[in-house]
């Protein structure tokens, strides 16, 4: 069974164009922000994702609408990539230090969009045009698209760029382990019977 979604967004500020396979392939990202790239390179990696992004965003205005629109998009993706949720493992977490920093994050699909954010991040932090708070918004963009439960806590931190790293990849891991198929479980793993709504 295919888990892949291609999926588009355009609008006044910014184009998006992405194609995710939930089950591994090519990564690549081509936003304009470099360190959002190789963010997004982390997350293809670590979450075992095939995932081609390309985007042309209002960068003269900062990279907001540019990541934001990434990450509605992605959310649209894997929504559709998962499709009714069936053998699923649902819950994944992890916890990755990056040199000083400390992060966790667990994920549950559940259906249900929410974020806990919490991160020792100066707002005027800005790394290769990517400032610190859009971390946040990327999360909230892609789980209120995804419709999923995410709480990401870095622990410890003093150096942005390893906070934010530290951050995306153990959304990634989280991500990775909570959308893998799980051989034990025949339907849906949900007394519902439904995660998608």
Do not use: W
Request: net charge negative.
């Amino acid at each position: 069974m295919s888990r892949t979604a291609s999926k588009q967004r355009k609008t006044g500020e910014t184009e998006v164009r992405l194609s995710l396979d939930l089950d591994g392939g090519a990564a690549s990202a081509n936003t304009g922000v470099g360190f959002f790239d190789h963010m997004l390179d982390l997350l293809a990696r670590h979450g075992r994702l095939g995932l081609e992004v390309e985007a042309v965003g209002d960068l003269e205005t900062g990279a907001h609408h540019t990541v934001e629109d990434v990450g509605i998009v992605l959310g649209q993706a894997l929504d559709e990539a998962l499709g009714d949720r069936a053998g699923i493992r649902r819950y994944g977490s992890a916890l990755i230090p990056m040199d000083e920093a400390l992060a966790e994050c667990a994920i549950d699909v559940s259906g249900r969009p929410h974020v806990a954010f919490a991160a020792p991040l100066p707002a005027a932090a800005e790394i290769g045009g990517f400032e610190a708070e859009l971390t946040e918004e990327f999360l909230r963009a892609v789980a209120a698209n995804a419709k999923l439960t995410v709480h990401l806590e870095v622990r410890a931190g003093t150096n942005a760029h390893h906070v934010i790293e530290a951050a995306f990849k153990a959304f990634a891991r989280a991500l990775r382990a909570a959308v893998s198929i799980d051989p034990e479980e025949n339907g849906v793993p949900s007394t519902k019977g439904t995660l998608s709504s």
